[in-house]
């Protein structure tokens, strides 16, 4: 018999509490750190831009079709507008959620810039 208000999975019982605690328990430190975050995309931002502006003077090509075809209409300029403006949008995005919840914005920038900054700066090494 499987107590109320419990997930029975192949092994055990977890009570829901438990896994409702443990996610909250971690939000809430990763929420003591949300501006830290912040200051993460912006650098992200801010090297990416760069990295993307020397590997394309280097010969490399931007791999988004999309802005590919920006720069090379509007030049690096496109990249960095574009960028600015998913940083505004997760801004008004941020400002619609909790406090608690409201990391996952910034969380979920920074980890995908942060992979293109890795990915940029090991392409230019190996040229």
């Known amino acids: 018999m499987v107590a109320e208000g419990a997930v029975f999975t192949t092994d055990r019982t977890v009570s829901i509490g438990t896994i ?3 996610c909250n328990a971690l939000f809430d430190e990763i929420a003591a750190v949300e501006r830290e975050l912040w200051l993460v995309v912006v650098a992200t931002l801010v090297v990416d831009v ?7 003077q280097h010969g490399l090509h931007e791999g988004n079709p999309v802005m590919r075809a920006a720069i090379e209409t509007f030049g690096i300029a496109a990249l ?3 960028k600015v403006g998913v940083l505004g949008l997760a801004g008004l995005t941020r400002r619609q959620l909790s406090e608690q919840r409201g990391v996952v914005v910034p969380l979920g920038i920074a980890l995908p810039w942060a992979g293109a900054v890795v990915i940029n700066a090991a392409l230019l090494l190996s040229l």
């Open 20 to 22: 409702d605690g443990w």
């Open 50 to 56: 760069w990295l993307t502006h020397i590997g394309l």
């Open 80 to 82: 960095g507008l574009t």
